[in-house]
């Protein structure tokens, strides 16, 4: 018969309409601005630097290390190295950014600052109303803008941020343990310096480079 | 029909040129051109089409609307950096873009992946299929004045891929998820149900989807007999992908080049014997459904393991002197890159070989003698997207 199809078309969008009143899965939108359907774990949109503590200055993690600014494909990060160094978690003294800015209009969220950074510094935030008036400067971040503690890192990704601290916590162990083994080592030496044995040179402090992470 | 059967049959000469229309009566040619901002170009592409009346006498497409120098960025760029701006080439499968580079730097520096990346591949792969045929349905069916329906009901499905899409990689279309030597995160059992979850849907959907459009009587009248593109000509112009397979000829990447672990899985390919625009929408809708099955099976035999290659350098390293050609099957054809490294740390040479614009280059042949609405149609059946034509 013709028309067959068309009605069978026409019973199959019935079904849909009908479905849409009776079946939560069927209506598949929300009114964004009133209703928000909340947001996926792993989501990303922008980076922002991960500082410990209350002090944003203090507890920055980024090194300066500028591996993310050349890493980035769009070059959307620009990085100045400080003059002077500060203790970080571990407190070893390290280089900190004197200026640390990310143009988010050029910025495509591909994550690939996240997954080069061996200090865990910089993470994917999940903020996405970013619209503003001022087309240039208003993009623009500084390394204060930037800046968000490590709670809003626990808050917006719970899991990964759970893996992230004890891997720290980890490489702290590790390092305190290795810098008291050293400290021993050289009280031994100090304590018995005649003795021919040959204690390797004492290291205060062990290097913390840690092997690049593959995901972040 | 055979591949080297056609291949070797005798022609007569000319035979691939697109035939000369000529107009019918003394009339002027009405010269139209249909874009860059008209509502069936997907984009920004632009058809310079001659009309006698409503036949189309001559068809000349003109891209490049959307050029944005992709190769030549990627040749000053490390390895890695790359990766992020394959997802903006075919941005509705960003992770079929994602394989085949990974595919091209593997090859290049030997890298091996280990099972479960591939099993993870496989599954992105074919869910992008699903989302990619689907949508494409959709959009034919609004280029015949189905302003919406069918193409929401693809996207209301696409919608719960995207979602799994963004819990395991982060973002719903720019995935930038695999690496070379494997993949970025691995998937959580809870991701792995879900998508089972999903999965399980899916041929409910490609059912309603069927019973929706497949025997509508003005789908039949405007897609039967339209378009018709002869397998010879479809083999001699590169044509890949479902294009190639509605022509009747039996090619699908992978089954004939094996790679990944496409020969553990169960699945067959769906061939057109009439050619024409209908066999196109067909043969989508039975990809569709294969692809389902083989997302079915990777699902249930995925294995416990690694996800990268415990050897691999995600940067900073410099591959032999030496050349790479990676493909997959794409889900709109053969996706190609062709990569010369001199050893730096970025590639010397760096080619997408795109199937859409490939496929484009057929349009002409397609067209010819057609009236002007039936060109938005053919266009439309050959899917593409115009971030990949144009790069």
Known sequence: ?216 | MTLSHLLHEKKPAGWNRPPVMEPDGDAELLEVAMGPHHPSTHGVFRMDVALDGERVIRLKPVFGYLHRNHEKLAEGMTYLGSMPFTDRLDYICSLTNNWAYALAVEKLTGQEVPERAEYLRVILGELTRIVNHSSSIGFLAQEMGASGTPLMYAFREREKILDLFESLTGSRMMCNYMRFGGCRVDASPAWLDAASKVVTGLPGFADEFEQLLGSNEILMARCQGVGILRPELAINAGITGPMLRASGVNYDIRKVDHYGIYDRFNFRVPLGDHWDVYDRFMIRLLELRESIKIVEQALKDIPAGPIMDSKAKIRGFRPKPGEAYGRIEGPKGELGFYLISDGGPNPYRYRVRPPSLINLTILEDMCLGSNVADVVLIFGSVDIVLGEVDR
Not at chain 1, 37 to 44: H, L, M, Q, S, V
Not at chain 1, 83 to 109: N, T
Request: proline share 7%; hydrophobic share 40%; with cysteine.
């Open chain 1, 1 to 216: 018969m013709l028309g067959e199809g068309i009605l069978k078309g026409l019973a199959e969008t019935a079904r849909n309409f009908v479905g849409s009143y009776v079946s939560k899965e069927r209506m598949t939108t929300v009114q964004y601005p009133e209703e928000r359907i909340a947001p996926i774990e792993a989501t990303r949109d922008f980076p922002f630097l991960v500082y410990d503590g209350g002090d944003w200055q203090a507890g920055m993690r980024c090194v300066a290390c500028q591996i993310c600014e050349k890493e980035c494909p769009p070059k959307c990060i620009y990085i100045e190295k400080s003059k002077d160094k500060k203790p970080d978690a571990l407190g070893k003294p390290q280089f900190y950014p004197a200026k640390f800015d990310i143009d988010i209009s050029v910025c495509m969220s591909c994550q690939i600052c996240v997954e080069v950074c061996p200090f865990e510094a910089i993470k994917m935030d999940t903020e996405f109303e970013l619209s503003t008036t001022d087309r240039f400067g208003g993009l623009l971040l500084d390394r204060h803008q930037l800046a968000k503690s490590n709670q809003h890192y626990h808050h917006i990704h719970p899991t990964e941020a759970a893996e992230v601290d004890a891997r720290l916590a980890g490489e702290k162990a590790k390092t305190n343990a290795k810098a008291k083994a050293a400290a021993d080592a050289a009280a031994a030496k100090s304590a018995a310096p005649d003795t021919k044995a040959v204690a390797p040179p004492a290291k205060v402090v062990a290097p913390v480079v840690k092997p690049e992470s593959q995901e972040a």
